[in-house]
């Protein structure tokens, strides 16, 4: 049975206007997740290395990891973009570090989300950002 959590971003400048959901089941030294953000208000990220997520569990230590990202975003024309979450090796398994995606303007080099319109632009749908992963638990 899958456990609720309410993951948040990280790296973020000023006030986060995301709503956020996950569940994740953790067993047998393996945690595995779904995370949902949904961008209400414009957020943006506090430096370049864009926005970063809590994580439910913390990963073990020392080692890369990478998950699936999706972005939904406002543009339909561009559909959903895909890239990766990543946990980096000096990383102490607290959270993710990156969420990246590919983009059409940079072909397949991954580009770090580090802007979320929510409501700006007249824009009238948000971005939804889903993280989905398993990993070894400390």
């Known amino acids: 049975m899958a456990t609720s959590w309410t993951p948040k971003l990280t790296n973020v400048a000023g006030t986060d206007g995301t709503e956020t959901s996950g569940h994740y089941v953790d067993a047998n030294g393996v945690c595995t997740f779904t995370a949902m953000v949904l961008a209400r208000k414009e957020t943006t990220a506090a430096s370049s290395a864009g926005f970063g997520l809590t994580l439910p569990v913390p990963a073990a230590p020392g080692v890369r ?25 000096s990383s102490d398994g607290s959270k993710i570090e990156r969420l990246r995606v590919t983009t059409d303007s940079n072909g397949a080099a991954l580009q ?5 319109y929510g409501d700006a632009e007249g824009a009238k749908l948000a971005e939804i950002i889903t993280v989905t992963g398993s990993y070894p638990t400390a």
């Not at 990891?65 to 090796?89: C, N, P, S």
């Not at 770090?112 to 979320?116: A, C, F």
């Open 112 to 116: 770090v989300i580090d802007h979320l």
């Open 65 to 89: 990891y990478t998950f699936q990202v999706q972005l939904d975003g406002r543009d339909a024309d561009r559909g959903v973009w895909t890239g990766e979450a990543m946990i980096g090796a």
